[in-house]
């Protein structure tokens, strides 16, 4: 009986230790988490701002543009040929012109063949039309002599070789031979001099006093400076652009479309002004492309800068203007024809491009208002509606503007201070 009763008083105390303990120490941990809760400080509440992304842009301007088609190609001279000799024989004379880069004038003596053996070939062609005339003029009298003869005897139906007829023809023959012979032989003699066909200059030359040469021989190459070529290579779309004819031709007077070819030299860039011309009106095989060929005239009258032949040039050819126009920089044009605007709540707006023209450059479009905020800087993620702050920059436009207007200033403030510096002079000179 007592063994029970100490037994049961384990079990209660097993009970209590085990399972009254951790419930009593969960309620108090409870309670005091509910009490922190409570009484915890309430965060300071912020507005939501929302984010904003930083662009550079540019304000449009409309205006009417002025469409350039681009092309590029090599100098070459519009006459260009190898001075070659119809007779042969001991070159006598060489103009010290005649030097490889050496300036010719049109009708320069280049150079002269020994004339001495053309000359005496023409004193016996002289000599055989004086003897043919001679013959001639027996001829002629024989016959005479024959017909008085023949008719005195009253012969009426004699024939030619009685007439004389024939010896009279023969002779005239060989009269109109020697003076053939006789022209020729002066047309050699002639051929021993060559002279320059026009105002160039000497590409090459392969001649020395003294050499002896055949017919036929190449001597020098020399090329006209008076006009100078350059064929352009343009596709179907760049003539539409610039409203060129594809069959176009016209003097260079009367062409109404200019053009500047520009390229490097002595490490600045260098123009020259000249027309188009004409388009070679056939399509290249190849390329797909039309040529379309300008001139220039007198380029090598300014020898610091003259267009050399063989030099590469690059060339703006000027087309139709084009009213209500936008110029913007290449950097505007994303996914190689959409636009980004601001609109008027400052989000991005993303439009197609109406493209009028493409250059290296900058853009041309259309369809485009005043005062519009055209997106010029990167975004990473761009998409429509994207809340931006737009930081406007100056567009091409205003550039070429105050490049324009700080160049008038300079060149005015250059003419104001050489006025001034002949001022003083003069002042110098009367206090003198």
Do not use: C
Not at 106 to 124: A, K, M
Not at 361 to 390: H, M, Q, R, W, Y
């Amino acid at each position: 009986m007592v063994f029970n009763k100490q037994k049961l008083i384990n079990i209660k105390g097993a009970i209590i230790k085990w399972l009254v303990t951790p419930i009593v120490l969960l309620g108090l941990a409870y309670s005091g988490y509910q009490w922190l809760e409570n009484n915890k400080p309430e965060p300071e509440k912020r507005l939501n701002k929302v984010k904003r992304v930083k662009v550079f842009t540019i304000k449009t301007t409309n205006q009417s543009s002025q469409l350039l088609g681009y092309s590029q190609g090599l100098v070459s001279p519009s006459s260009r040929f190898d001075l070659k000799n119809e007779v042969e024989g001991k070159i006598s004379y060489v103009s010290p012109n005649m030097v490889t880069g050496g300036v010719i004038e049109e009708g320069e003596l280049l150079l002269e063949i020994e004339p001495s053996e053309y000359e005496l070939n023409v004193v016996q062609r002289q000599a055989k039309v004086a003897q043919a005339e001679q013959q001639l003029a027996r001829a002629k009298a024989e016959a005479n002599a024959s017909q008085v003869e023949l008719k005195s005897l009253g012969r009426t139906k004699a024939s030619d070789l009685a007439l004389g007829l024939p010896q009279l023809r023969q002779a005239s023959a060989l009269l109109d031979s020697a003076k053939a012979e006789l022209k020729l032989a002066k047309l050699n003699l002639a051929r021993t001099k060559i002279y320059s066909p026009f105002t160039g200059r000497v590409e090459k030359e392969n001649i020395n006093i003294n050499q002896y040469i055949n017919r036929n021989t190449n001597l020098a190459t020399v090329f006209s400076t008076e006009t100078m070529e350059v064929r352009l290579s343009m596709t179907a779309k760049q003539f539409a652009q610039i409203e060129l004819p594809i069959g176009y031709y016209q003097s260079f007077e009367n062409s109404k479309f200019p053009v500047r070819l520009y390229s490097e030299m002595a490490g600045k860039e260098v123009s020259w002004y000249g027309k188009i011309v004409r388009t070679e009106a056939v399509m290249d095989n190849r390329t797909r492309t039309i040529y379309a060929v300008a001139q220039v005239q007198d380029a090598y009258l300014n020898q610091a800068t003259p267009l050399l032949s063989g030099l590469f040039v690059y060339a703006q050819i000027k087309g139709r203007a084009v009213e209500n126009t936008t110029k913007l920089p290449q950097q505007a044009l994303r996914n190689n024809s959409e636009l980004w605007l601001v609109d008027k709540q400052k989000k991005l707006r993303i439009i197609k491009a109406d493209i009028v023209q493409r250059t290296p450059d900058f853009i041309i479009v259309k369809n485009l208002e005043p005062n519009t905020l055209v997106i010029t800087s990167a975004l990473a993620i761009p998409t429509e509606g994207l809340n931006v702050v737009p930081i406007i920059q100056p567009s091409p436009n205003e550039i070429d503007s105050s490049t324009s207007k700080l160049s008038q200033h300079q060149q005015s403030h250059n003419k104001s201070a050489k006025k001034s510096e002949s001022l003083t002079e003069e002042e110098i000179n009367n206090a003198s």
